[in-house]
């Protein structure tokens, strides 16, 4: 597993690379290993890639990554590593080949706030109570 920085900083190129995170640093970087030989997947949780931006201006995007033989599987979920990527997709579960997987600094800030947020739900549906077992919502 590798960063963005790790990426690009790798003395070989991989035959085979998964990208965690259909964002437009890890689209741009498996553009150029695809451009370069490498076969190259993406695996995006949300419906489509590049979430964060209009719909019909990521259209020509996929578009290209099809040109371009790069596989786009979306609605789908990284769920470990053994010989590649364990996913969970559209169709169920997965193993993706993959001699170097890289994830998008997008899909970590993504599952941070995620992560925030079930954080938050859990926090505030607990109530504090005194002594006489009186409660309020903290």
Do not use: C, N
């Not at 578009?63 to 559209?90: E, F, Y």
């Not at 890289?102 to 993504?110: F, G, Q, S």
């Amino acid at each position: 597993v590798v960063s963005s920085t790790e990426a690009l900083a790798a003395g070989s190129l991989p035959d085979r690379l998964a990208v965690v995170g259909g964002g437009y640093i890890g689209l741009e970087l498996g553009t150029a290993f695809a451009k370069l030989g490498a076969r190259v997947t993406v695996v995006e949780a949300g419906p489509r890639i590049l979430p964060r931006w209009d719909a019909a201006l990521t259209r020509p995007v996929a578009d290209r990554l099809k040109t371009l033989g790069i596989r786009v599987i979306v609605g789908a979920k990284a769920t470990g590593m053994d010989d590649g990527l364990r996913i969970d997709g559209p169709d169920g579960p997965e193993t993706i080949e993959a001699d170097r997987i890289l994830v998008d600094p997008a899909y970590k800030l993504e599952r941070l706030q995620e992560a925030h947020e079930k954080l938050y739900a859990m926090h505030s549906a607990f109530r504090e109570v005194d002594r006489q077992m009186a409660s309020q919502r903290i």
